[in-house]
């Protein structure tokens, strides 16, 4: 036991020379700070991805739930992205988004004129409730696809008006369509009927329309050249502005023009 202890101690004290020997031959340099943020980066990029993870199970879990997921580590191009409402009451299938374009008396009788714009339906049983949804807003035949096929994956708009009491609106201008045919600069779209039922004769002193997101106003002119001019507005479901202009009793519109 002696001698094995005698060993055990010889060889702790040149293992102690050995390092003291070592230690004079190494320089103490600058501790590698920068190596050290890096590894604390990417241990708090990698709990940002497990934060962003589970955000993205509940939300995806949600009813209608909209997912935006921007800026993510990694990316410094700040984008995202964006998850559609699932639901086609969110997506205003059966419920349409309505805009106020307009409203006013004439001859004794209230007017008001309003466009609707309806979600695009994804199936063909979405276009059923969406197509009986139309008719019980009182859209007739004439402005309705004969069948539910023809409003599948596309979005339809009606510029309406109501006079008096009636119940059943004169569709003013209307579309269907898969894509927003955004408007630009000056452009202008627009329609000019009567200010009455439909089929009855009058001048077309009533003009509806669509222009720029960017117009802030329009100049309508008569066919007398006098004229009038009407603050675009936004309009719910629509990336466009629209307007409304009327002109005096017996004048008719002549034309639309974006003047700022």
Not at 12 to 26: F, K, M, N, R, S
Not at 50 to 55: L, R
Not at 96 to 105: C, N, V
Request: charged share 25%; proline share 6%.
């Amino acid at each position: 036991m002696t001698g094995n202890r005698e060993q055990h101690d010889m060889t702790q004290t040149d293992i102690a020379h050995l390092l003291a020997d070592a230690a004079d031959e190494v320089e103490i340099g600058i501790a590698p700070v920068q190596a050290v943020i890096r590894a604390g980066r990417r241990r708090r990029t990698a709990r940002r991805w497990a934060v962003a993870a589970a955000t993205a199970a509940v939300l995806a879990g949600s009813t209608g739930a909209t997912l935006a997921l921007a800026g993510l580590p990694g990316d410094d191009r700040q984008t995202g992205v964006a998850a559609g409402p699932s639901t086609p009451e969110a997506r205003h299938v059966y419920r349409p988004q309505r805009t106020p374009l307009g409203r006013g008396t004439d001859r004794g009788r209230d007017w008001r004129v309003e466009l609707t714009v309806w979600g695009a339906p994804r199936d063909r049983a979405e276009a059923a409730g969406q197509l009986t949804a139309m008719r019980k807003f009182g859209f007739g035949r004439t402005v309705l696809p004969p069948g539910p096929d023809g409003l599948v994956n596309r979005t339809s708009y009606y510029a309406s008006l109501y006079l008096g009491d009636d119940r059943e609106p004169r569709v003013l201008v209307f579309d269907n369509f898969e894509k927003w045919d955004r408007m630009s600069g000056r452009d202008v779209s627009f329609g000019a009927v009567p200010l009455a039922q439909e089929g009855t004769k009058g001048s077309d002193r009533l003009a509806v329309g669509r222009t720029a997101g960017t117009a802030q106003q329009v100049k309508c002119t008569w066919k007398k050249d006098e004229s009038t001019v009407d603050l675009p507005v936004r309009a719910a479901g629509s990336p466009d502005r629209w307007f409304l202009c009327l002109a005096p009793e017996g004048e008719s519109v002549k034309a639309v023009e974006v003047i700022q």
